[in-house]
């Protein structure tokens, strides 16, 4: 017993529903005397559920005790008798991460000597965050291919409890954070930890395990994996893209890595002969000497064409918004500054080049700008 509540919890993990009585009462939240309900802690969060007709919100530990978080404690009396009903799917989805989470950085710790430096858990997804700034994709694929043969292998998932000292002497692969008595849960030869969270009772029940993908923060891998039915989900998605882009691409899967390259080569050297076309057409509209005109091709084509020595106002109409583009000095961009609210205009820049867009009408905008650069 923790503070003045058994742990129901640890013993029966599966309990969906439970009797108990008050034993206190706190300003946000009820004690009781026994608890099916996980307090918040060790990177697993609160359980939620019912108490009576109350809805717990949540579940935490505040000196010693395990308080059930409620809207209405002044509901309960101490001595009164409840019925507790937990959110089971939640809790379900939790105990299934961090039994595989145990599973995940058992592995990367007991095969390959990577330590784990944060975690963790959510409904879809799981992150274990490591001591290495490097760690090779075949090396994460590996340590997916260990877990899932120990899920289907239906390892036990049991618990010790005794004194720090003696749990210390054992071959963690984290130091103990707690003093006093130690709870270490095992997960038959793949995991020894002292953890204080609630797991399935067997592997077989977490179902698949899949790694996602990495990044790195803080100097360290942070890698990402789905656990469940979000693993079969994840999958599921993966073979939908790729049917979608073997289909679109009119290639087999295996060959559409090689499809999507070529079409993205193809892509670039369009992109290349569009800039190319759009640059000379700029350059045409430029020894047209007018100062100001409607583009027909996107702004960006002649920003290597303003200089000191050029002066020009050119707008591009994109169907319900307009682009524009000065080649002047900091007074002429200032009068116009002075019109922004007028024209509905945003941007900026500095001499000799200013941009930015307008949602108005090209004649007026046109019009005005005839005005201001002849003046």
């Known amino acids: 017993m923790e503070g003045r509540t058994a742990r129901v919890y640890y013993d029966e993990p599966d309990l969906r529903s439970l009797d108990a009585h008050v034993v206190g009462i706190t300003p946000d939240g009820v004690v ?7 307090p918040e802690g060790g990177g697993q969060r609160g359980d939620s559920g019912m108490m009576d007709d109350q809805k717990v919100l ?18 309960f009396q101490p001595g009164q008798g409840v019925h507790l009903e937990l959110d089971w799917e ?5 105990m299934q991460a961090h039994t595989a989470q145990h599973m995940i950085a058992g592995t990367l710790y007991n095969a390959f000597s990577i330590g784990t430096v944060a975690i963790h858990l959510g409904d879809e997804e799981l992150t274990v965050e490591t001591d290495r700034s ?9 340590v997916e291919r260990i877990v899932n043969e120990a899920i289907l292998a ?15 002497g054992l071959a963690l692969r984290r130091p103990i954070k707690v003093s006093g008595q130690v709870r270490l849960v095992r997960i038959e030869d793949v995991d020894l930890i002292a953890c204080g969270g609630i797991h399935v009772p067997s592997t077989a029940r977490i179902g698949l395990v899949t790694y996602a993908s990495s990044e790195t923060i803080r100097g360290h891998v942070r890698t990402f994996w789905r656990y469940g039915r979000s693993a079969w989900e994840h999958i599921h998605m993966q073979r939908e893209v790729l049917s979608r882009l073997s289909s679109m691409l009119s290639a087999p899967v295996p060959d559409t890595p090689e499809a999507l390259s070529r079409l993205l080569d193809e892509t670039r050297a369009l992109k290349a002969e569009v800039r190319q076309r759009d640059a000379l057409v700029a350059s045409m509209m430029l020894e047209r000497g007018e100062k100001v005109f409607v583009s027909p091709v996107e702004l960006s084509a002649y920003q290597r064409l303003s200089s000191p020595d050029r ?3 050119t707008v591009y109409d994109r169907g319900g918004r307009l682009d524009w583009l000065l080649c002047a000095n900091d007074g002429v961009f200032s009068r116009l500054k002075e019109r922004f609210a007028a ?3 945003k941007g900026g820049g500095r001499s000799p080049l200013y941009q930015g867009s307008a949602e108005c009408g090209v004649d007026e905008l046109v019009c005005f700008m005839e005005g201001l650069l002849d003046g």
Do not use: C, N, Q
């Open 58 to 75: 949540s579940t935490r530990k505040e000196d010693g005790d395990i308080v059930h978080i409620v809207g209405d404690p002044g509901r």
């Open 90 to 94: 939640p809790r379900w989805r939790i």
């Open 154 to 168: 239906d390892r036990k998932v049991s618990y010790l409890e005794m004194e720090h000292d003696e749990a210390a």
């Open 32 to 38: 009781l005397d026994r608890t099916i309900f996980y």
């Open 343 to 345: 024209f509905s205009m």
């Open 134 to 142: 490097d760690i090779p994709v075949a090396t994460l694929y590996e």
């Open 311 to 313: 002066r020009f106002f």
